[in-house]
Protein backbone atom coordinates (compact mmCIF):
# COMPACT_ATOMS: atom_id res chain seq x y z
CA UNK A 1 0.00 0.00 0.00
CA UNK A 2 1.09 3.34 -1.25
CA UNK A 3 0.71 6.31 1.01
CA UNK A 4 1.46 10.19 -0.91
CA UNK A 5 1.79 13.25 1.22
CA UNK A 6 2.16 16.43 -1.01
CA UNK A 7 2.17 20.17 1.21
CA UNK A 8 1.39 18.13 4.34
CA UNK A 9 -1.61 17.02 3.40
CA UNK A 10 -1.54 12.92 3.47
CA UNK A 11 -3.19 11.18 0.42
CA UNK A 12 -3.90 7.25 0.66
CA UNK A 13 -3.13 5.37 -2.23
CA UNK A 14 -2.64 1.99 -3.24
CA UNK A 15 0.66 -0.07 -4.50
CA UNK A 16 -0.39 -0.48 -7.78
CA UNK A 17 -0.34 3.14 -8.86
CA UNK A 18 0.46 2.57 -12.65
CA UNK A 19 -2.15 3.15 -15.67
CA UNK A 20 -3.13 1.10 -17.84
CA UNK A 21 -0.90 -0.83 -20.63
CA UNK A 22 -2.86 -2.11 -23.77
CA UNK A 23 -0.62 -4.11 -25.63
CA UNK A 24 -2.65 -6.64 -27.86
CA UNK A 25 -1.55 -5.06 -30.78
CA UNK A 26 2.09 -3.20 -30.82
CA UNK A 27 4.77 -2.52 -33.38
CA UNK A 28 8.32 -3.84 -32.77
CA UNK A 29 10.33 -0.92 -31.86
CA UNK A 30 13.28 -2.48 -34.31
CA UNK A 31 11.27 -5.08 -37.14
CA UNK A 32 8.35 -2.68 -37.51
CA UNK A 33 6.30 -6.03 -37.37
CA UNK A 34 3.07 -5.88 -35.52
CA UNK A 35 2.09 -8.89 -33.69
CA UNK A 36 -2.02 -8.92 -33.67
CA UNK A 37 -4.55 -10.11 -31.01
CA UNK A 38 -5.32 -13.98 -32.12
CA UNK A 39 -8.33 -15.29 -32.41
CA UNK A 40 -10.47 -15.54 -28.71
CA UNK A 41 -10.48 -18.65 -27.52
CA UNK A 42 -10.64 -20.80 -24.14
CA UNK A 43 -7.65 -21.08 -21.98
CA UNK A 44 -6.27 -24.61 -22.10
CA UNK A 45 -5.70 -26.79 -19.49
CA UNK A 46 -2.83 -25.30 -17.17
CA UNK A 47 -0.58 -28.68 -17.83
CA UNK A 48 -0.82 -31.73 -19.85
CA UNK A 49 -1.83 -33.93 -16.94
CA UNK A 50 -4.24 -31.19 -16.11
CA UNK A 51 -8.21 -32.12 -15.42
CA UNK A 52 -9.78 -32.45 -19.01
CA UNK A 53 -13.21 -30.46 -20.06
CA UNK A 54 -16.16 -32.48 -20.37
CA UNK A 55 -19.35 -32.80 -21.21
CA UNK A 56 -22.45 -34.03 -18.85
CA UNK A 57 -25.72 -35.52 -19.45
CA UNK A 58 -27.51 -32.25 -20.28
CA UNK A 59 -24.84 -31.03 -22.69
CA UNK A 60 -23.69 -27.95 -21.33
CA UNK A 61 -19.94 -27.06 -21.46
CA UNK A 62 -18.05 -27.02 -18.29
CA UNK A 63 -15.01 -24.64 -17.59
CA UNK A 64 -12.06 -25.56 -18.72
CA UNK A 65 -9.29 -26.14 -16.15
CA UNK A 66 -7.97 -22.54 -14.97
CA UNK A 67 -3.91 -21.59 -16.40
CA UNK A 68 -3.34 -19.32 -13.94
CA UNK A 69 -3.61 -22.13 -10.98
CA UNK A 70 -0.77 -23.68 -12.06
CA UNK A 71 -0.16 -27.72 -11.52
CA UNK A 72 3.68 -27.42 -10.87
CA UNK A 73 6.66 -25.66 -12.01
CA UNK A 74 6.10 -27.06 -15.50
CA UNK A 75 2.54 -25.17 -15.83
CA UNK A 76 4.33 -21.92 -14.30
CA UNK A 77 7.36 -22.23 -17.37
CA UNK A 78 4.77 -22.86 -19.81
CA UNK A 79 2.69 -20.07 -19.48
CA UNK A 80 5.99 -17.60 -18.94
CA UNK A 81 7.12 -18.79 -22.24
CA UNK A 82 6.77 -16.01 -25.19
CA UNK A 83 7.05 -12.15 -25.12
CA UNK A 84 5.44 -9.70 -22.75
CA UNK A 85 5.45 -5.77 -22.86
CA UNK A 86 6.01 -3.37 -20.09
CA UNK A 87 5.01 -0.06 -19.32
CA UNK A 88 6.81 2.61 -17.22
CA UNK A 89 4.81 3.64 -14.21
CA UNK A 90 1.93 6.39 -14.64
CA UNK A 91 2.48 5.30 -19.10
CA UNK A 92 0.71 3.30 -21.66
CA UNK A 93 3.12 3.15 -24.09
CA UNK A 94 5.04 -0.19 -23.74
CA UNK A 95 8.53 0.53 -22.86
CA UNK A 96 10.17 -2.76 -22.65
CA UNK A 97 9.73 -6.18 -23.94
CA UNK A 98 10.91 -9.27 -22.65
CA UNK A 99 11.29 -12.67 -24.06
CA UNK A 100 11.44 -15.46 -21.68
CA UNK A 101 12.07 -19.27 -23.76
CA UNK A 102 10.99 -22.34 -21.53
CA UNK A 103 14.76 -23.65 -20.74
CA UNK A 104 15.03 -20.26 -18.36
CA UNK A 105 16.87 -17.82 -20.63
CA UNK A 106 15.61 -14.50 -21.67
CA UNK A 107 15.66 -11.81 -24.35
CA UNK A 108 15.14 -7.93 -23.37
CA UNK A 109 14.62 -5.00 -25.24
CA UNK A 110 14.22 -1.65 -23.53
CA UNK A 111 13.38 1.82 -24.64
CA UNK A 112 15.72 4.11 -22.58
CA UNK A 113 13.39 7.22 -21.11
CA UNK A 114 16.39 9.53 -21.28
CA UNK A 115 17.41 9.65 -24.90
CA UNK A 116 14.83 6.67 -26.76
CA UNK A 117 17.38 4.54 -27.46
CA UNK A 118 16.73 1.04 -27.81
CA UNK A 119 18.84 -1.14 -25.11
CA UNK A 120 19.07 -5.35 -25.85
CA UNK A 121 20.11 -7.46 -23.71
CA UNK A 122 20.60 -11.02 -22.56
CA UNK A 123 20.40 -13.11 -19.50
CA UNK A 124 18.97 -16.53 -17.45
CA UNK A 125 16.10 -16.67 -15.05
CA UNK A 126 15.37 -18.95 -12.02
CA UNK A 127 12.11 -19.75 -10.53
CA UNK A 128 12.91 -20.17 -6.73
CA UNK A 129 10.23 -20.28 -3.35
CA UNK A 130 10.07 -17.14 -0.84
CA UNK A 131 6.29 -17.58 0.87
CA UNK A 132 5.84 -21.09 -0.59
CA UNK A 133 6.93 -23.67 0.26
CA UNK A 134 9.62 -26.15 -2.23
CA UNK A 135 7.11 -28.85 -2.73
CA UNK A 136 4.64 -26.35 -4.35
CA UNK A 137 4.97 -24.16 -7.03
CA UNK A 138 7.14 -21.38 -7.31
CA UNK A 139 6.39 -17.86 -6.13
CA UNK A 140 9.77 -16.18 -7.33
CA UNK A 141 11.52 -14.57 -10.19
CA UNK A 142 15.09 -14.20 -10.47
CA UNK A 143 16.38 -12.81 -13.33
CA UNK A 144 20.30 -12.47 -13.95
CA UNK A 145 21.81 -10.30 -16.94
CA UNK A 146 24.57 -12.53 -18.99
CA UNK A 147 28.00 -11.08 -17.28
CA UNK A 148 29.57 -11.85 -20.42
CA UNK A 149 27.10 -10.63 -23.24
CA UNK A 150 28.88 -7.23 -23.09
CA UNK A 151 25.64 -5.21 -23.32
CA UNK A 152 24.35 -2.22 -22.48
CA UNK A 153 21.78 -2.83 -19.92
CA UNK A 154 24.17 -5.24 -17.73
CA UNK A 155 27.05 -2.82 -18.20
CA UNK A 156 24.63 -0.56 -16.40
CA UNK A 157 23.75 -3.18 -13.42
CA UNK A 158 24.38 -6.32 -12.70
CA UNK A 159 20.96 -7.33 -11.77
CA UNK A 160 17.46 -8.02 -13.81
CA UNK A 161 16.02 -8.22 -10.39
CA UNK A 162 14.79 -10.88 -7.86
CA UNK A 163 10.52 -10.47 -8.37
CA UNK A 164 7.79 -12.04 -5.99
CA UNK A 165 4.91 -13.29 -8.26
CA UNK A 166 2.45 -11.07 -6.32
CA UNK A 167 -0.29 -11.10 -8.78
CA UNK A 168 -1.70 -13.01 -11.66
CA UNK A 169 -5.04 -12.66 -13.97
CA UNK A 170 -6.64 -13.03 -17.14
CA UNK A 171 -8.08 -9.56 -18.44
CA UNK A 172 -9.91 -9.24 -22.29
CA UNK A 173 -7.40 -12.06 -23.79
CA UNK A 174 -4.24 -10.86 -21.60
CA UNK A 175 -2.11 -12.56 -18.93
CA UNK A 176 -1.14 -10.37 -16.42
CA UNK A 177 1.41 -11.10 -14.14
CA UNK A 178 2.04 -8.44 -10.92
CA UNK A 179 5.72 -8.58 -10.05
CA UNK A 180 7.08 -7.38 -6.68
CA UNK A 181 10.94 -6.34 -6.14
CA UNK A 182 12.41 -7.83 -3.34
CA UNK A 183 16.25 -7.57 -3.62
CA UNK A 184 17.59 -4.21 -2.31
CA UNK A 185 19.83 -3.24 -5.50
CA UNK A 186 19.11 -1.74 -8.56
CA UNK A 187 17.28 -3.57 -11.38
CA UNK A 188 17.02 -2.76 -15.26
CA UNK A 189 13.72 -1.59 -14.38
CA UNK A 190 14.05 0.56 -11.04
CA UNK A 191 17.45 2.27 -12.82
CA UNK A 192 15.70 3.08 -15.91
CA UNK A 193 12.12 3.36 -14.73
CA UNK A 194 12.02 3.67 -11.24
CA UNK A 195 9.69 1.03 -10.67
CA UNK A 196 9.69 -1.31 -7.66
CA UNK A 197 6.32 -3.49 -8.56
CA UNK A 198 6.38 -4.40 -12.47
CA UNK A 199 3.17 -5.47 -14.36
CA UNK A 200 4.38 -7.54 -17.63
CA UNK A 201 1.21 -8.65 -20.02
CA UNK A 202 1.40 -11.08 -22.58
CA UNK A 203 -1.47 -11.34 -25.03
CA UNK A 204 -3.02 -14.67 -25.80
CA UNK A 205 -6.48 -14.60 -27.18
CA UNK A 206 -8.05 -16.90 -23.76
CA UNK A 207 -11.27 -16.01 -22.29
CA UNK A 208 -12.76 -15.67 -19.22
CA UNK A 209 -15.15 -18.27 -17.94
CA UNK A 210 -16.76 -17.10 -14.82
CA UNK A 211 -19.79 -14.33 -14.45
CA UNK A 212 -20.22 -11.26 -12.37
CA UNK A 213 -21.32 -11.28 -9.19
CA UNK A 214 -24.94 -9.39 -8.77
CA UNK A 215 -26.31 -8.32 -5.74
CA UNK A 216 -23.35 -8.26 -3.74
CA UNK A 217 -20.66 -6.62 -1.86
CA UNK A 218 -17.11 -7.10 -2.63
CA UNK A 219 -13.67 -6.13 -2.91
CA UNK A 220 -12.00 -6.50 -6.16
CA UNK A 221 -8.64 -5.38 -8.16
CA UNK A 222 -8.83 -2.84 -11.34
CA UNK A 223 -7.13 -3.88 -14.43
CA UNK A 224 -8.45 -2.74 -17.05
CA UNK A 225 -11.57 0.46 -18.00
CA UNK A 226 -13.12 1.36 -21.09
CA UNK A 227 -14.88 5.02 -20.16
CA UNK A 228 -16.91 5.13 -23.74
CA UNK A 229 -18.46 1.29 -23.14
CA UNK A 230 -18.64 2.58 -18.96
CA UNK A 231 -16.76 -0.95 -18.60
CA UNK A 232 -14.12 -2.02 -15.54
CA UNK A 233 -12.70 -5.35 -15.76
CA UNK A 234 -12.54 -6.34 -12.46
CA UNK A 235 -10.95 -9.61 -10.12
CA UNK A 236 -12.21 -10.47 -6.67
CA UNK A 237 -9.48 -10.89 -4.13
CA UNK A 238 -9.41 -11.65 -0.21
CA UNK A 239 -7.69 -9.05 1.83
CA UNK A 240 -5.48 -11.53 3.47
CA UNK A 241 -2.42 -9.21 3.21
CA UNK A 242 -1.62 -10.07 -0.21
CA UNK A 243 -4.72 -9.25 -2.32
CA UNK A 244 -4.96 -13.44 -2.67
CA UNK A 245 -7.63 -13.60 -6.02
CA UNK A 246 -10.45 -16.16 -5.20
CA UNK A 247 -12.23 -18.35 -7.49
CA UNK A 248 -10.91 -18.63 -10.91
CA UNK A 249 -8.17 -16.34 -11.99
CA UNK A 250 -9.72 -13.94 -14.31
CA UNK A 251 -10.71 -10.29 -14.20
CA UNK A 252 -14.43 -10.12 -15.58
CA UNK A 253 -16.49 -6.97 -17.34
CA UNK A 254 -18.33 -5.37 -14.93
CA UNK A 255 -20.76 -2.75 -16.45
CA UNK A 256 -21.03 0.79 -14.34
CA UNK A 257 -25.18 1.31 -13.95
CA UNK A 258 -26.44 4.64 -15.06
CA UNK A 259 -25.58 6.58 -11.68
CA UNK A 260 -21.94 5.62 -11.84
CA UNK A 261 -19.78 7.33 -14.34
CA UNK A 262 -16.13 5.37 -14.02
CA UNK A 263 -14.61 8.57 -15.03
CA UNK A 264 -15.34 10.61 -11.54
CA UNK A 265 -13.10 7.78 -10.60
CA UNK A 266 -9.67 8.24 -9.60
CA UNK A 267 -7.71 6.80 -12.84
CA UNK A 268 -4.95 5.47 -11.66
CA UNK A 269 -6.99 3.17 -9.65
CA UNK A 270 -8.64 1.65 -11.95
CA UNK A 271 -6.45 -0.77 -13.90
CA UNK A 272 -2.93 -2.46 -12.77
CA UNK A 273 -4.51 -4.08 -9.53
CA UNK A 274 -6.00 -1.12 -7.91
CA UNK A 275 -8.38 -2.38 -5.24
CA UNK A 276 -11.79 -1.13 -4.50
CA UNK A 277 -14.64 -1.96 -2.25
CA UNK A 278 -17.47 -2.95 -5.14
CA UNK A 279 -21.44 -2.79 -4.60
CA UNK A 280 -23.08 -4.62 -7.88
CA UNK A 281 -27.15 -4.59 -8.23
CA UNK A 282 -29.34 -7.27 -9.43
CA UNK A 283 -27.83 -6.94 -12.85
CA UNK A 284 -24.51 -7.40 -12.30
CA UNK A 285 -23.89 -3.73 -12.77
CA UNK A 286 -22.11 -1.74 -10.75
CA UNK A 287 -23.96 0.09 -8.12
CA UNK A 288 -21.36 1.66 -5.82
CA UNK A 289 -17.72 1.56 -5.53
CA UNK A 290 -14.75 3.10 -3.49
CA UNK A 291 -11.23 2.73 -2.92
CA UNK A 292 -10.16 0.03 -0.34
CA UNK A 293 -7.43 1.78 2.41
CA UNK A 294 -5.50 -0.73 4.43
CA UNK A 295 -5.12 0.08 8.23
CA UNK A 296 -1.30 -1.53 8.26
CA UNK A 297 -1.44 -2.73 12.01
CA UNK A 298 1.30 -4.96 11.96
CA UNK A 299 3.92 -2.08 10.17
CA UNK A 300 2.41 0.32 13.01
CA UNK A 301 3.41 -2.41 15.72
CA UNK A 302 7.03 -2.96 14.15
CA UNK A 303 7.79 0.62 14.01
CA UNK A 304 5.96 2.25 16.85
CA UNK A 305 3.81 4.50 14.74
CA UNK A 306 1.63 4.54 11.59
CA UNK A 307 2.41 5.82 8.64
CA UNK A 308 0.66 8.71 9.16
CA UNK A 309 2.07 9.75 12.39
CA UNK A 310 5.87 8.49 10.44
CA UNK A 311 4.87 11.44 7.35
CA UNK A 312 3.81 13.72 10.01
CA UNK A 313 7.33 13.44 11.86
CA UNK A 314 9.25 13.71 8.90
CA UNK A 315 6.92 16.80 7.64
CA UNK A 316 7.84 18.96 10.47
CA UNK A 317 11.84 18.91 9.14
CA UNK A 318 12.38 21.94 7.57
CA UNK A 319 14.40 20.59 4.41
CA UNK A 320 11.48 18.29 4.17
CA UNK A 321 8.98 21.00 4.67
CA UNK A 322 10.82 23.31 1.90
CA UNK A 323 11.27 20.17 -0.69
CA UNK A 324 6.95 19.87 -0.01
CA UNK A 325 6.93 23.24 -0.68
CA UNK A 326 8.81 22.81 -3.99
CA UNK A 327 5.92 20.06 -5.13
CA UNK A 328 7.75 17.01 -4.24
CA UNK A 329 5.54 14.11 -2.94
CA UNK A 330 6.17 11.93 0.09
CA UNK A 331 6.12 7.64 -0.77
CA UNK A 332 5.99 5.38 1.85
CA UNK A 333 5.71 1.50 0.25
CA UNK A 334 5.66 0.28 3.53
CA UNK A 335 9.40 -0.94 4.27
CA UNK A 336 11.42 -1.18 7.08
CA UNK A 337 15.13 -0.30 7.75
CA UNK A 338 16.86 -1.18 11.33
CA UNK A 339 18.99 1.79 12.19
CA UNK A 340 20.16 2.21 15.55
CA UNK A 341 18.55 -0.64 17.05
CA UNK A 342 15.36 0.62 16.36
CA UNK A 343 12.71 -0.29 13.28
CA UNK A 344 12.60 2.50 10.90
CA UNK A 345 9.92 3.25 8.06
CA UNK A 346 11.66 4.08 4.93
CA UNK A 347 10.21 7.21 2.91
CA UNK A 348 10.95 8.57 -0.51
CA UNK A 349 10.85 11.81 -1.43
CA UNK A 350 10.43 12.77 -5.07
CA UNK A 351 8.55 14.03 -8.36
CA UNK A 352 5.52 12.79 -9.49
CA UNK A 353 5.85 13.05 -13.40
CA UNK A 354 3.01 12.53 -16.14
CA UNK A 355 4.75 9.10 -16.82
CA UNK A 356 6.69 8.07 -13.89
CA UNK A 357 7.77 9.11 -9.75
CA UNK A 358 10.96 10.07 -10.07
CA UNK A 359 12.69 9.31 -6.80
CA UNK A 360 15.02 12.01 -4.95
CA UNK A 361 15.85 11.91 -1.09
CA UNK A 362 14.94 8.89 0.35
CA UNK A 363 14.82 8.86 4.73
CA UNK A 364 13.76 7.12 8.01
CA UNK A 365 11.46 7.50 10.49
CA UNK A 366 11.26 5.41 14.05
CA UNK A 367 8.71 5.60 15.83
CA UNK A 368 10.17 7.65 18.62
CA UNK A 369 10.40 10.33 15.95
CA UNK A 370 13.99 9.94 15.06
CA UNK A 371 14.99 11.16 11.86
CA UNK A 372 17.48 9.69 9.23
CA UNK A 373 18.60 10.60 5.31
CA UNK A 374 20.50 8.09 3.60
CA UNK A 375 24.17 8.96 1.69
CA UNK A 376 23.51 7.08 -1.09
CA UNK A 377 27.72 7.65 -2.00
CA UNK A 378 28.70 5.89 1.86
CA UNK A 379 25.35 3.66 2.23
CA UNK A 380 24.85 5.04 5.67
CA UNK A 381 21.79 6.63 7.22
CA UNK A 382 22.80 10.34 8.90
CA UNK A 383 20.79 11.58 12.06
CA UNK A 384 18.62 14.55 10.49
CA UNK A 385 18.48 17.46 12.71
CA UNK A 386 14.81 19.44 12.59
CA UNK A 387 15.45 22.56 12.73
Same mark, same amino acid.
Given at each position: MKRKISKLLIVFFVLFLL #????? *?? !???? *? +?????????? *??? #??? +?????????????EQQPEPDPLNFADEEALRAVLEGEWTYCPPASDTPAAWITFSKDGAFHVRLRNPEDGAMLEDTGVYQLDWWNSGSEEVPDMLCLTLSENSGGPISAQVSSGGDYLLSQKTLCDGEVILGLMQLNNGDTMFSLYFSDMFLVLKRHTGWQPQGEVRKSEIFHASAWKVDYEAQTLWLDDVTLDGEYANTGRYEALPYQAAPNLDLASLPPQLL????? !????????????????????NDELAELVGATEEEAMNYLSQVYEVQEYLEQGMTMLSEGRIEVIEGENCLVITLGTEHEEHFVRELVYAVSGTGMIYSYDLLEDSWNIVGMG
Open positions: #PGCDT *QI !WEDP *Q +SGDKSGSSSA *QSA #PSP +SPGGEESFLPDDGVDGGV !WTVETDEMGRIEEIEPYIEE
